[in-house]
T-cell receptor, first 116, second 109 residues
Framework: GAGVSQSPSNKVTEKGKDVELRCDPI?????LYWYRQSLGQGLEFLIYFQGNSAPDKSGLPSDRFSAERTGGSVSTLTIQRTQQEDSAVYLC??????????????FGSGTRLTVV | ELKVEQNPLFLSMQEGKNYTIYCNYSTTSDRLYWYRQDPGKSLESLFV?????AVKQEGRLMASLDTKARLSTLHITAAVHDLSATYFCAVDPDDKIIFGKGTRLHILP
């Protein structure tokens, strides 16, 4: 597609439920990133994929968070047993290559997650 | 731990005035990115600075990079209300983009 596509755009879930957030990067972009942005805050790094591999998972807040990427394309971020502090906007970005992103990184519109 | 610090974090200014946002980072990086975020929206790429001394301009915004000082600036010339937004700088020395906390710019008409 022309841009990074994220779905759903909004998700309201009950505390304790599992959620899956999807990111479809720009075709041909090998690097994919997940970030979390709480209300009025900066961007918190979660995880980075190069192809299907995740060289850096250091930002995942807890073992309730996991992510995978298949076929070097779509990525899914899963949050198990959601808590209220998980409420945030989850942003996905992609680039042609992590360390050679001379064209920068393109962000999706995000998924706004609300845990009630 | 890599740190990216922006200054100021909040700026309220009158239309027509000039101002500069500063971005310092704590490790070697020869690339720096500036993004704009409007309320409730995603991040829009403004500038990609790829080398020491790089300077880029788009309209009333001009960004520069000094890799030796580990400093980038975003200069606003004759501000207009439409420039009200949050501006983020970011570096990616280790294949991981690290962002500053953002500068919330409010331009008064």
């Amino acid at each position: 597609g022309a841009g990074v596509s994220q779905s759903p755009s909004n998700k309201v879930t009950e505390k304790g439920k599992d959620v899956e957030l999807r990111c479809d990067p720009i075709s041909g972009h090998t690097a994919l990133y997940w970030y979390r942005q709480s209300l009025g805050q900066g961007l918190e790094f979660l995880i980075y994929f190069q192809g299907n591999s995740a060289p850096d998972k250091s930002g995942l807040p807890s073992d309730r968070f996991s992510a995978e990427r298949t076929g070097g394309s779509v990525s899914t971020l899963t949050i198990q047993r959601t808590q209220q502090e998980d409420s945030a906007v989850y942003l996905c970005a992609s680039s042609t290559s992590g360390s050679q992103a001379v064209l920068g990184y393109t962000f999706g519109s995000g998924t706004r997650l609300t845990v009630v | 731990e890599l740190k990216v610090e922006q200054n100021p974090l909040f700026l309220s200014m009158q239309e027509g005035k000039n101002y500069t946002i500063y971005c310092n980072y704590s490790t070697t990086s020869d690339r720096l990115y500036w993004y704009r975020q409007d309320p409730g929206k995603s991040l829009e790429s403004l500038f990609v600075l790829l080398s020491n001394g790089a300077v880029k301009q788009e309209g009333r915004l001009m960004a520069s990079l000094d890799t030796k000082a580990r400093l980038s600036t975003l200069h606003i010339t004759a501000a207009v209300h439409d420039l009200s937004a949050t501006y983020f700088c970011a570096v990616d020395p280790d294949d991981k983009i690290i962002f500053g906390k953002g500068t919330r710019l409010h331009i008064l008409p």
